[in-house]
Each structure stands twice: as structure tokens, then as C-alpha cells.
């Protein structure tokens, strides 16, 4: 039912581009959707890619436009005219149109405006534009219903008949004062009942949810799903209904969130993917290798000044690695149950305490499960002394994951920075470090006294 | 703007439900949307979760009931009769109601059912709940416009009044055969723009996207993400339509999968969150922390097999940490670039050779960074045979670890495993003994020959 692109339907395409056998490429294109048709172009090198996109049908075009990467949409715009993109972003919704158009170089992005027929698209990109990346108003788009409240029932619908362009979905009505100012909304059942005659002031709901336009997307989106809401109203500081943002433009901000946290949590620090550039992807991943040496080098610190016990008891270099692994991989867990927790409210934010003494008391039960194993096993194969410097080292430092693992992402969300953070290869460090330091103590004290 | 529950307000409340104090807990809650409520609930314990549920307006009461956290919602219809509880279904969408009743004891679901006033919505939740999990079956809610073909324009809309029940967003109307199948859908735009007396089967749109009941619910994601739809219909084997999939209730399943992802590369193995009983948050965790045992045990294997040379050398002991850690690191970020890779459609998955060579290329380049840096370091603190070893080593185990990072979760992904599982401990304890073993085979080489 999904069409999946695979090296062989891949390379088809690219012949039938070479020999130019526009009826071959025109029937392969035709079943299918626009992300589909953005799969392949991605691709195709730029030529390539512009012959095909030149084939489109004039109404698949500008989706196809929009689905593409964001590198081969620039490079695929970057051999048009200014007339030919305002072309596409003539029929594109206000809030992709303005998508499109600030990637532009700046010089350019006026011209296309200025190429761009309806004067009320052009006008409403013209404001979309302007505002910040990663806020609503640069989220909301301007295709709405709004209805003053003094007007009638009948011209509702009449308002409704002209702003139905092309939409599958009807959203809510808007209900605006004299000033353009939110002051509520209206059901399309309550319209569909009403009396014909009667007022939207007499039948609205006024009790509306809704965000300003400098609320961060990242805000609109926790807003809108932990509220359900399948449209938003944007309003200006002054109340003024500026536009709406739809929940199908939000399932964007949640993937490209989760995406961002599972990049934070795996150290990258950019938002990159598999498609970028050598030194892109490189540049992205090299900071937290760094910080994981610097890790590695004060381990190689803490053990350096236990080098003499290492030429006695050998046998204790055996185990570094278990004692880093599990605290890093308690750690870990720790904290991935605590980031989940902040990012889906179920977690009380100034209610550290509790959370604290629950990790620490599945660290006890975890660890003690597994201290007791590498017990028997380290007191098999090597002595008791060793068996217990093992097993007690490594209950401590579960024990100090645990704490570690839910203090620092709690800590972190209070002073506002992306707990996620956190849960990647800061607190695997931490805990490298941690755990290298208590096992060589416990050794120490071990072999010293008995 | 949002709702933020504080120790402050929560003790308020509790302090007020002690009291009795009903006019406080109804003020308090007048202002609160049932999220928000429900967040409230959650905290309490169950009598007094109890009392401010009967304390709720009926129109709001149902909301609250949907958002509450599993194991609150069980507990609070533990107390409810059947009767109660289907006076609570009864005001919900079907698909909402079928999530709750399913989630009852299955003798007390049919007293439930027999309770429901409204015989539609009975037989729709009837209807609902026989679908398995994860389906889209169970994802789909019965209300939607459906029209025949032969009908006029007229009928439509009054079919579409009728079905209007306190909607706030109007989606499409889909077109049936006289044998239920769905055949098309209509545009709002196309209903209001034709005459009266057109018929259906003049005016429709033929070429719909759909699922079928059996379609699992994160194929029905990935589609309506991929697609952007907003709605979806949902047919039987006989392409009869059986509901409609909206945009928001897919956005839980996303969240949902993407909450998934994190666990299994956090080393959790079951879906658990943190208000969870102790035992099952342990339960959870112990799997991958055991495979990290028998990682770090097999560690130990490798290093005691070397356990003379570390006698004589025991600074080779020093960087042992180092190594393990970097080569978990560069893994973990690799297979998270092609876990999202894949997730996002920008890999294609037969394409294998061209990741592989990229991600060694980025491995190369912040490798040879890596094991400059370390080169000196080693070199100033110990002698050129260690700086050789454990640069030569590192190296090495960026290689490698970017080669596994890279080839596992695209084989797991071949094999229809969830890819995001390599992501995790597996890939870590994995490298980690690959990294030791590179380590000290080098590390006897060079000291064997210089």
C-alpha cells in the first residue's frame, strides 16, 4: 500500500531520465503521492532532478517542493527564476509558502514576492516571514474563519463558502471583536442549528484556548496534545487573531523533537542526518567525543595513581570495564525514566525527593541482584578478596547511578536547560569516572586491611 | 497559560477534600481544563480521587476519566457501578469509550454495554473493543459522514447535520457503494460549490488513501505522517468502511513509539514509566543490565588472559576505561543517526555500501582527532610505545564501532526488528569488548617488537 523506493525502481528512473523518455517517467510518476514523488528527487543529482520535477503536474508540484530535504529543495530553487518559484508558492498554503521562501537568499525573496499574483497570499507570507523561527507565528498559517461578532448566522456561512478553499477539513469559526481581537468560537453545530437570523454573539463559546505568536513551538506543541486540540488560534499581544496552527503541523515539531532528544541523548550535538555532509555529520558528533576523553583521561588519572596495587593484584584491572559499563548503563536508565517522565507530566517537577528514594530503590534491587552474581562469579575464578572488592564496588556505583541518574536531568529541568541532555554521554562520563574512583578505593581498603 | 501542578496547590486541595470543603475544590477546579484535572487525580490517593471526581460537571467528567494515568482510571471504576460507569461512556467518542471499557474486568464490560442509553454508540463500542491491539481497528472511531453515491447534494448535507453532534472540526465525507464500500470522499468545498440536486456520484473524488482494520497502528502513523492527512478511513478485507483514524489520536501513538524508542536504547525492555510499581521498574531494567554483565565478565576474560603483561606494564590498565568508552560513544551515535535515518524515510534500506562508507568516513576523520589528541597526551604522561598503543588503538575502535553502528541496525531493520534496540546496551557492551580486545592485541604487538 506503501510505496517503498528500492535500488532497482531507483535506477530505472535515473535511465529513463538519461534517455529522456518522458512517457516512461510521466506513467511512473502519475500513481504516485507527493512524499513519494520528494523520495525519489532526494535522490537524483540536480539536473536529474530538475527534469523531473519539470514533468509534475502543475497541482502535485508545489507538495512535491515541499516534501523534498531541505539541501535539494535549495539546490532544485536555486535553477529557477524568481518567477517560477512564486509559480509554486502561488497555490501552497500561507504557512508553507513562507516556509519556503526564508530559506531564500534574502535578495531574492522580495523579488518572489513581488512575482507571486494573489496580493493576499503575497501579503500574508509577507508578514509569516518575519516572524522567529521556532515560535508559533512562524508555525500558524493565515487560512482561517473569522466572523465578527454582530454578524448573522447567514453571513457565517456565506463567509464560510468563501474561505473553503480547497480544504478537506473544517476547522472552527473564529469570533473576533471590532478591534479583530479574539473573544471566542463558534461550533459548526451550533451554526448548522441556529437560526438563520440569529447573532454570533448570542450563540459563541467564549471560553477559547489559544497562544501568542511568540510562544515557542516547542510550547504549542506540549499545549495542543496534552490539551487534544486539533487546531490553535495565534493571537498578537493585543489579543488580535493573527492565524492558526494545525496539529498535522505540530506532529512535525513532536518527531523533530523526539528526534533532537534522541540525538541529544545519543551525543550529537547538532540536528543532523544521514544525508548531510562529511564534516557536517563530524563536526556535529566530535564535542562529546572530546568531553568522553576527557572522561577517559582522568580515569586513566585514577588508575594511574593506583599503579602500584595494579602490579601486586593484577586481577583488579579485570574488572574496570564491568564497574564503568553498569554505571553508565544504570545511569542511563535512570534518567531516560525521569526525562520521559518531565516530558510527559507525569513527573512533579519540585517533588525531587521521592522520585530519588524510588530510583534508589529499584538501584538496591537491581544491584543486589547483581552484586550477587559477579560475587559467585569473581569468587570462582579469583578469591573472596577480589569477589567482594567487585560485588560491593559495583552495588555502590549502581546505588550512585541511580542518584546520579535522576538528580542531574531533575536538576537540569529546573534551571530550564533540556534534561535530555543529560541522559547521553554526560552522565555515562560521569559515571565512568565515579565508578573507576569508588572500586580502586574499596580495593584499596580491602586488600590493606585484611 | 498552562496549568502547573506545584506541592503547594496539591496540598491545598488535599487539605480541602479532608475538609470537605466543596466550594473550595469547585472553584478551584472551575477554571481547569481536564488535563489538567486529571494531573491532579493522579496524585491522590484513591478515596479522595474518588470524592473530587463526583465533584466534577457531567460534561466535563468524561474528559478528565480519558486522560487519567492506567492504573488511577482502574482503580477509580473499581469503585464505580456499572451503571455509573457507562453513564460516563456514554457522552464519550466510541473509540474513547471502547479504549475504557476494554481495560475492565471482562465480565463486568457486557454489564457495561447493557447499560449504555444510546444503542448506536453500544453497538459501536461492541464493535470496537474486538479489535486486537495495535491495530488500527482499535485506533478508528465510528463517528464519521458517509454518504451513497447516488444521493443529491442536499441529502448529503442534511446527513451531514444530522451526524454533526457537538463536533468542532468537520472532516471529509466519504462516498460508499450499496454494499458499504468506500469508493471516494467529497470536499467540503465541492458540497457547498454544487447544485442542490447534483448527485453524489457526479461530484466525488475517486482517488482516496486508506487503511484496512488489521493495518498495525505505527504503519497507520508512519502513513498519515508520511502522507500529512488528517484523517484516514479505515475498511474491512471487503473494503467496507468501518471508521475513521483523525490526526490526534495518532500523535499519541507517535509519542508513544518515539517514548518506545528511548526506552529500548535506555536498556529498558518494557514500556514502563515512572510512577510505576518498584518491582516492575525493575523488572524492566534488569534484562539489559545482565547483558551488560556478561559484557563486562567477558571483558575480564580478555584482560585476564593478558594479566602478565599487565604486570609488567600496568600503565596499559590506565586507558582501559578510554577506550571502552569512546568505542560505545562513536557506536551510539553512528546507529542513531541511521535508527532516524530509517524512522524518517531519508535512508533507503537495500542501499547499505554508501552509509557503510559515509559513517567510516566521518569515523576516520574524527578518529584520527581523537587519537592526535590522545597521542600526545599519552606521549607527555608515559612513553611513545603506550602513545602508540592506545592511539593506534582508538583509531581502530572508532572504525570499528562506526562500522557496527552502522551495519547492525541496518541488518536488525532488514530482519524487521525494531533497529532502535541496537542503539542501546547491545551496541555499547558489544564495542566495549571489540575496543579491550584491539587494545590489548596491539598493545602486546608493539611491546613484543619494540
Known amino acids: 500500500m506503501q510505496f517503498e523506493l528500492t535500488t532497482t525502481i ?9 534517455q529522456k523518455n518522458q512517457l516512461f517517467l510521466k506513467e511512473q510518476l502519475s500513481d504516485l503521492y507527493a512524499p513519494d514523488i520528494a523520495i525519489i528527487i532526494n535522490q537524483l543529482n540536480i539536473s536529474d532532478a530538475a527534469y523531473l520535477y ?63 499574483e494573489d496580493i493576499e497570499q503575497a501579503s500574508d507570507i509577507a508578514e509569516l516571514i518575519n516572524y ?31 474561505q473553503t478553499d480547497n480544504v478537506e477539513v473544517m476547522y472552527a469559526v473564529y469570533v473576533v471583536d471590532n478591534d479583530q481581537r479574539l473573544i471566542g468560537m463558534l461550533s459548526l453545530k451550533k451554526l448548522i442549528i441556529s437560526h438563520p437570523l440569529a447573532r454570533v454573539e448570542e450563540i459563541y463559546e467564549p471560553d477559547i484556548q489559544f497562544v501568542r505568536t511568540n510562544t515557542t513551538t516547542y510550547e504549542v506543541a506540549e499545549f495542543m496534545q496534552k490539551y487534544d486540540l486539533v487546531v490553535l488560534p495565534v493571537v498578537d499581544q493585543l489579543g488580535r487573531l493573527m492565524g492558526r496552527i494545525t ?30 555532509k562529511l564534516w557536517v555529520l563530524s563536526k556535529a558528533r566530535i564535542p562529546w567525543l572530546l568531553v568522553g576523553m576527557c572522561g577517559g583521561i582522568v580515569g586513566s588519572r585514577i588508575i594511574g ?13 579485570f574488572f574496570i570495564p564491568l564497574i564503568g559499563a553498569m554505571g553508565g548503563n544504570v545511569g542511563v ?4 525514566i525521569i526525562v520521559q517522565g518531565l516530558a510527559n507530566n507525569t513527573v512533579i517537577s519540585d517533588k525531587i525527593a521521592p522520585k530519588l528514594i524510588k530510583e534508589l530503590g529499584v538501584g538496591l534491587i537491581n544491584g543486589l541482584i547483581c552484586a550477587s552474581i559477579i560475587w559467585c ?28 541518574g535522576t538528580f542531574v536531568p531533575l536538576t537540569l529541568n529546573r534551571f530550564k536547560i533540556n534534561p535530555a541532555l543529560a541522559t547521553g554521554p554526560f552522565v555515562t562520563t560521569l559515571n565512568d569516572i565515579i565508578g573507576i574512583t569508588i572500586y580502586f578505593l574499596i580495593g584499596r581498603l580491602l586488600y590493606a586491611f585484611f
Open 333 to 336: 536508565q535512570s534518567s531516560a
Open 247 to 276: 496539529i498535522d503541523d505540530v506532529v512535525d515539531v513532536i518527531t523533530e523533537t523526539a528526534d533532537e532528544n534522541i540525538q541529544r541523548m545519543s551525543g550529537i550535538s547538532d540536528d543532523v542526518d544521514s544525508n548531510d
Open 132 to 162: 522567529d523561527e521556532g515560535t508559533a507565528g512562524s508555525l500558524m498559517a493565515k487560512e482561517l474563519v473569522s466572523v465578527y461578532a454582530f454578524e448573522t448566522v447567514t453571513a457565517c456561512i456565506e463567509e464560510i463558502r468563501k
Open 54 to 116: 519539470e514533468l509534475l503536474d502543475d497541482d502535485i508540484a508545489p507538495d512535491v517542493l515541499l516534501e523534498l530535504d531541505d539541501d535539494t529543495r535549495e539546490n532544485l530553487l536555486a535553477t529557477f527564476s524568481s518567477k517560477e518559484i512564486a509559480e509554486q508558492l502561488d497555490n501552497m498554503d500561507s504557512d508553507d509558502a513562507a516556509d519556503v521562501i526564508a530559506e531564500l537568499p534574502e535578495n531574492i525573496q522580495d523579488e518572489v514576492l513581488s512575482h507571486i
Open 377 to 404: 562469579y569473581a569468587f570462582l575464578i579469583e578469591d573472596w578478596k577480589l569477589a567482594a572488592t567487585v560485588s560491593i564496588a559495583l552495588l555502590t556505583v549502581i546505588l550512585c547511578a541511580s542518584f546520579l
Open 305 to 317: 595513581s593506583y599503579e602500584e596495587q595494579i602490579k601486586i593484584h593484577p586481577e583488579m584491572a
Open 10 to 18: 531507483l535506477d530505472s528512473l535515473k535511465e529513463a531520465i538519461e
